[in-house]
């Protein structure tokens, strides 16, 4: 603010409610602020988990170092149905999970059961192709699916992101097979702007420019290539989600030491979780969980790695997923090997991973995913409303289903302080006092 010690904006909602047909006086509490005085900045590690962290740094520079953690994600479902031996994608959308197979399968959509094997609809997609599915992002709207696996020879000339509208597929219920209109399907083509056109084929599994992993986020789809030649990640930026031609950007890069196979982000929070494996030795697995980031970069913060279980316990995972601030899931493809003349199959399986432990500063989030009356509790995820007094910091996100609202009919108090976010483009009706306290 010119002339003005800077402000931090403290608690409150940063967006206004779309009301319809409202006739009530709506008296919220919206915006406390608190300026404060800028000291002069100190570049260290401000992550109090680490090990050099630094109490005096202002600016995280990304130097925080960890002690080495193992960790064996427990099993949700153990094995998933035959029909997903090569589930190579996961993400959490309108409360429940979905998946795709790797390439070579049927163009399918799975919408699957997280207690048991079934699966609950299967969305054919007529229009599409699965040249090499390998991952599938979500954005409040639309499903992203990457056909994108480039690992034969690293020469495809068709790069392709498939766009599904959530609200062209009806509840499961109904249909438990529904085909996808073709008119509905968006395709995003693209090329690396640091690969020469046209590519040049090269041996199998020595390319780097193949990928399995994306997020998409404020209108931006995030690429995290699988480099084979040096064991890591590349993130790409294509700058819009509408059908179209494009030029993928390299932005930065990290030496995670595997091979990057899904990605997702935390719900409400800023952490990135990076999936992979080696491709030698027992197949070792891990999870890097990103925090701390800044200026639309993922690898300047904090950078904490998650060993976990070989390939004869993880089998080959390929799917990430979280769920909530904390929470998500861990997919595997089946995997057969022989194991000094013995063969071992590892079935394809769901875990469940919670990483709250690892990541600090993570607030609790409260998430409206459905259509209704706010004090609904099937209307939140995990059946959670916001309670008065949470346990460790919380947030609130208002982001109904398309076409939704969050209707507040009763009087709804929120913990002081507790901001209380409405995504873009959805609506939330206030009929009844709102207050903090």
């Known amino acids: 603010m010119a002339g003005h010690p800077d402000c931090l904006f403290c608690a409150g909602m940063k967006q206004g409610f779309v009301s319809s047909g409202v006739k009530s006086i709506v008296s919220l509490s919206l915006l406390v602020f608190s300026c404060i005085t800028l000291k002069a900045q100190q570049a260290g590690c401000t992550d109090p988990l680490a090990n050099n962290y630094n109490a005096a740094a202002t600016v995280n520079d990304g130097s925080c170092t960890y002690n080495s953690v193992r960790y064996t994600p427990p099993s949700k479902v153990n094995p998933l149905s035959d029909s997903l031996q090569e589930t190579s994608g996961l993400v959490w959308a309108a409360n429940a999970l979905w998946t795709i197979n790797d390439g070579g399968n ?27 599915w390998e991952d599938i992002a979500f954005d409040g709207f639309h499903f992203y699916i990457g056909d994108f ?5 690293g020469a495809r000339t068709d790069l392709r992101i498939y766009k599904i509208p959530l609200a062209a597929i009806p509840d499961h219920a109904m249909q438990p097979v529904f085909s996808l209109p073709d008119s509905v399907l968006g395709i995003i083509r693209f090329t690396y ?10 041996a199998t599994n020595s390319t780097a420019f193949d990928c399995e992993a994306l997020v998409v986020a404020a209108d931006t789809i995030h690429l995290f290539s699988k480099n084979w030649l040096a064991q890591s990640t590349t993130h790409y930026v294509i700058n819009s989600v509408q059908p179209g031609d494009y030029v993928a950007t390299p932005v930065e890069t990290l030496p995670v030491g595997f091979l990057v196979t899904a990605a997702s982000l935390s719900v409400g929070n800023n952490v990135l979780a990076l999936l992979g494996y080696q491709a030698s030795g027992s197949g070792s697995h891990f999870m890097y969980l990103l925090s701390g980031y800044s200026n639309g970069r993922y690898f300047n913060g904090n950078k904490r790695r998650i060993d976990l279980p070989d390939a004869l316990a993880m089998g080959q995972a390929e799917g990430l997923c979280f769920k909530n601030a904390f929470t998500g899931y861990i997919s595997n493809e089946r995997l057969s090997v022989n194991v000094s003349g ?11 991973f919670d990483m709250r432990q690892w990541v600090s500063g993570m607030r609790q989030s409260f998430i409206f995913w459905g259509n ?9 995820t995990d059946a959670a409303l916001p309670p008065l007094m949470p346990n460790r910091p919380g947030q609130v996100i208002v982001d109904p289903l398309p076409g939704g609202a969050c209707n507040v009919t009763t009087p709804v108090a929120l913990a002081a302080g507790m901001p209380l976010l409405l995504k873009a483009g959805k609506q939330m009706r206030v009929g009844q006092q709102l207050r903090w306290q």
């Open 372 to 380: 209704g009356a706010w004090a609904t509790a099937s209307n939140w």
């Open 149 to 153: 696996g480039n690992n034969v020879n």
């Open 342 to 352: 013995v063969p071992i199959t590892v079935r394809q399986r769901l875990r469940y």
């Open 193 to 202: 702007a640091d690969q020469p056109q046209p590519p040049q084929p090269v």
């Open 106 to 132: 049927a163009a399918i959509l799975f919408k699957i059961d997280t207690v048991s094997r079934t699966v609950l609809q299967k969305v054919l997609i007529p229009a599409a192709t699965n040249t090499d």
